[in-house]
């Protein structure tokens, strides 16, 4: 049956996305998701064990956990030309892999340069899992014509949480640190398997030359390292912010970061019916806006309650704001997707690496207190610059 206007012109039906089609590809995002980020979380209960085994001290130790950055931002750019000649597939199962195998080899170093240069490849596979799993999830999105990416971010948050409290569970029961990384490892690697069969087989066209973010695509990795960057200061300086201003003790300022990731993982679980509902533009919007209130008010918070609610703002507000711009790198057209997302990815996280220290200058030349109202004010970038964000197709 041909279907016409009154005029008697031929109408296309609408296209209805076939979800159950691609329901395999988007189990499979959500198990790299999940794999890569319990991996990763495995590491920071093990990182003080590490560290004895090699007899670093700490400014050694930094200089090490410098090494999985550089890792990291050393294999993002690579991966995305790579993903956008080949396809993501191929780099995901060799970045979930790659870090499954490493896991254990990182408790077994027994020097400086040997934990040094394990950290550093390690940093490389979860550099490259980063950027594939972002491209993948973008072309599952692509796909079911619907928002996917808040939900896919959620399962790194809930890999995050169970890597690091299965680890810290066994470290507990006095179970030697190798045995752990093999516990963990083995997780993750049940994770990679099962997602094995299922991912797109989607081959890329030969990419462009250069890597570096122009257009749209280099607003987006502002963003990424200005969000990032917030993210981290939390995680590095929020607990020392609720030292430093007198609102609670040592023992209890870390609540701040556990409510603040809490808050993030239940609005990312959300996000995807909240941008489907309001749209991009609203999210970024409204998500910096809650941001800086946020930080607004655990820096002008009497009481620890009211200091502990900002940091729930904060994770509420950030939560949507990352998935939102991938989404966005995903879809743009100036450049091939897997290298922009790859771009918004190393540029996030230059923002992660480079935010706590710029942070800690600033704090020794004032205080904690003005370096985070400085980035209360920075975060505002984002929905004042939403529009053009909201305009990528």
């Known amino acids: 049956m041909t279907l016409t206007t009154d005029r008697g012109n031929p109408v296309t039906p609408p296209i209805t996305p076939n979800f159950s089609a691609t329901a395999p590809a988007r189990l499979a995002t959500r198990l790299a998701f999940f794999a890569a980020g319990f991996a990763m979380a495995c590491c ?31 294999a993002m750019p690579a991966t995305g030309v790579m993903a956008a000649r080949r396809g993501a597939r191929p780099l995901i199962l060799l970045g979930g892999f790659g870090l499954t195998a490493m896991l254990p080899l990182l408790a077994l170093a027994g020097t400086p340069w040997v934990l ?27 796909q079911e014509k619907r928002p996917l990416m808040s939900n896919f971010h959620a399962h790194w948050s809930i890999g995050g949480f169970f890597g690091a ?51 749209i695509v280099l607003l987006l990795g502002v963003h990424a390292g200005i969000i990032f960057l917030v993210e981290g200061a939390v995680l590095d300086w929020g607990a020392l912010l609720i030292i430093d201003r007198d609102l609670a003790s040592a023992e209890n300022a870390g609540v701040g970061y556990i409510l603040f990731s809490v808050a993030m993982l239940a609005a990312r679980l959300t996000g995807d019916r909240l941008v489907s509902r309001i749209g991009g533009f609203a999210t970024l919007v409204l998500g910096g806006l809650i941001t800086m209130a946020g930080i607004t008010t655990v820096l002008f918070a009497s009481f620890v309650p009211a200091a502990f609610f900002g940091f729930v703002l904060i994770g509420l507000g950030a939560a949507n704001l990352v998935p939102v711009l991938f989404s966005a790198a995903g879809r743009q057209k100036v450049m091939p997707p897997g290298i922009a997302i790859a771009a918004v990815t190393t540029t996030g996280y230059a923002g992660i690496l480079l935010g706590p220290a710029m942070i800690g200058f600033i704090s020794d030349a004032s205080s904690l207190s003005t370096a985070f109202l400085l980035l209360a004010l920075l975060i505002l970038a984002v929905p004042i610059s939403a529009w053009w964000v909201a305009r990528v197709p």
């Open 44 to 74: 920071a209960p093990l990182f003080p064990f590490f560290k004895a085994n090699v007899g670093a001290d700490k400014a050694e130790f930094g200089i090490l956990l410098l090494c999985l950055g550089l890792g990291s931002i050393i």
């Open 116 to 142: 040094g240069a394990g950290l550093f490849v390690f940093g490389a596979f979860l550099g490259t899992i980063d950027v594939a799993m972002n491209v993948h999830g973008a072309e599952v999105e692509g």
């Open 165 to 215: 409290g299965l680890i810290t569970v066994l470290l507990s029961f006095s179970v030697p640190t190798t045995i752990c990384a093999v516990f963990g490892a083995a997780t993750a690697l049940v994770a990679m398997l099962a997602a094995r069969p299922r991912f797109l087989r989607v081959v890329g066209n030969e990419p462009e030359p250069s890597a570096f973010p122009r257009g």
